[in-house]
C-alpha cells in the first residue's frame, strides 16, 4: 500500500506541475485586471496606464486598470490580496504598500504574506528642498543650521504617515535634528507655502517641484537615493552630501495575490522588463518625473519590498507615528 500511494502521490504532483506548465503556456486568454489603489491622475494611475497599455500590447490582451480608491490604498490593496491568484489579478502598488503594516493597528492584509513579488516598475527620487531665504546651501550646512537654530526649523509633508513625512523624520533619526513637522493636505499646497516662505524646507518627491526649482523660488540641497538621479543629475545623492545610509524613494511596483503560479510571475516579469527598456515608454515615465527601474528577478523585488517593510517600521517605531 505504501508503495502505490508514493506512485499516486507522484503522478498527482507531475499532473500538478503539467497543468501549471499548460495553464501557462496559454496564458493569458482573457483581460488582465491592474488594481491602482488610488484615484485616477495620481502618480500610481499614470505609472499603471503607461505600463499597462504597452503590457496589453505585447501580451496580446486587454489590461484593464481598476481605481480603488480609499482608505491611503488600503481598500484597493486588501481588494487585490482576496483575488483569485490566476494571474488575471494584479496590482500596482507604491511605498504605501510597505508602510501600512506599522502605520495602521489593523489591516486586513499583510504586505509579505499575502502577495508576490513580481517586478520594480519605476521610481521618484524624493529630493531635499529648502526656501531660498535658508542661509544653507548643503546638507552639512543645513544639519549645523537645525541644530544650532533657536525654536528649530519647520518641515512640511503632503500629509502624515506619507514617504515625504517619513523621509523627513529618518533624516531627523540619523542626523539628530529636531524639525517641526507641518503637515498638509496633499503635496501641491505644501509646495506652494515652501516656495512662499511659510516653511523652510520639505522632502518632496519630483514632479510638484520640478517647475518651482526651475523659476528658483526654491532650492534643491541632494536627492534622497543611493545614487544620483537622472532628472537631478547636478545634485548629490545623500551619501555624496555627508548624510550616509539615506535611502528614501517613492517607488512603483506589481505584484500578484500569493499563490499565482510561477510560470505566470515569470512571464509577466519578463513582459515588464521588456517594457519598461522601451524608448517610448522610458519617455512617457521620465516626463511624469519617473525613473524606470525594473528589477533583475522577482526574488530581487521581494528582497527590495522586504528591506522597505523594516526600513519604515523602524522610522514609524522611532517616531511613534499611528493612524
Known amino acids: 500500500m505504501k508503495r502505490g500511494s ?35 491622475g495620481g ?22 486598470i481598476d481605481n480603488r480608491a480609499g482608505a491611503a490604498g488600503n481598500i484597493g490593496t486588501a481588494t487585490a490580496a482576496r483575488a483569485e491568484a ?7 502598488a507604491d511605498t504605501g504598500f510597505s508602510t501600512g503594516i506599522s ?7 499583510h504586505p509579505l504574506k499575502d502577495f508576490a513579488p513580481i517586478s520594480l516598475v519605476a521610481t521618484t527620487p524624493i529630493v531635499c528642498v529648502v526656501h531660498p531665504s535658508v542661509p544653507a546651501k548643503s546638507m552639512k550646512e543645513l544639519i549645523a543650521l537645525a541644530k544650532s537654530k533657536s525654536g528649530g526649523l ?13 523621509a523627513l523624520e529618518l533624516f531627523q533619526l ?16 505644501a509646495a506652494i507655502d515652501l516656495a512662499s516662505g511659510q516653511i523652510d524646507l520639505m522632502f518632496s518627491t519630483a514632479p510638484p517641484m520640478i517647475p518651482l526649482l526651475q523659476a528658483n523660488r526654491v532650492r534643491a540641497l541632494a536627492v534622497a537615493s543611493a545614487e544620483r538621479s537622472a532628472l537631478f543629475p547636478d545634485l548629490p545623492s545623500m551619501k555624496e552630501a555627508g548624510v550616509p545610509n539615506f535611502v528614501a524613494t517613492n517607488w512603483y511596483g506589481i505584484l500578484a495575490p500569493t499563490g499565482t503560479p510561477k510560470a505566470v510571475i515569470d512571464r509577466l ?11 517610448e515608454v522610458r519617455q512617457r ?26 526600513r519604515w517600521a523602524r522610522v514609524i517605531k522611532h517616531a511613534n507615528i499611528k493612524l
Not at 502605520?103 to 492584509?109: E, I, N, P, R
Not at 511624469?288 to 521581494?302: H, K, S, W, Y
Request: proline residues 6%; positive net charge.
Open 174 to 189: 540619523q542626523t539628530g535634528t529636531k524639525i517641526t513637522h507641518v503637515p498638509y493636505k496633499g503635496s501641491g499646497p
Open 86 to 92: 490566476d494571474g488575471y489579478t494584479i496590482l500596482l
Open 103 to 109: 502605520l495602521y493597528a489593523k489591516l486586513s492584509y
Open 285 to 310: 515615465l521620465s516626463g511624469a518625473g519617473l525613473e524606470p527601474r525594473a528589477n533583475e528577478t522577482p526574488q530581487v523585488f521581494g528582497k527590495f519590498v522586504s528591506d522597505d517593510v523594516a
Open 43 to 64: 502618480g500610481s494611475d499614470v505609472t499603471g496606464r503607461i505600463i499597462g497599455a504597452k503590457l496589453a500590447e505585447s501580451l496580446a490582451q486587454q489590461v484593464l
Open 154 to 166: 519647520t518641515g512640511g509633508s503632503g500629509g502624515t504617515g506619507g514617504s515625504v513625512h517619513l
Open 269 to 279: 516579469h519578463a513582459e515588464i522588463v521588456k517594457v519598461t527598456s522601451l524608448r
Open 6 to 40: 508514493v506512485w499516486l502521490k507522484c503522478l498527482a504532483l507531475l499532473l500538478c506541475a503539467f497543468g501549471t506548465h499548460a495553464f501557462a503556456a496559454g496564458y493569458p486568454e482573457k483581460p488582465i485586471r491592474m488594481i491602482v489603489p488610488w484615484a485616477p
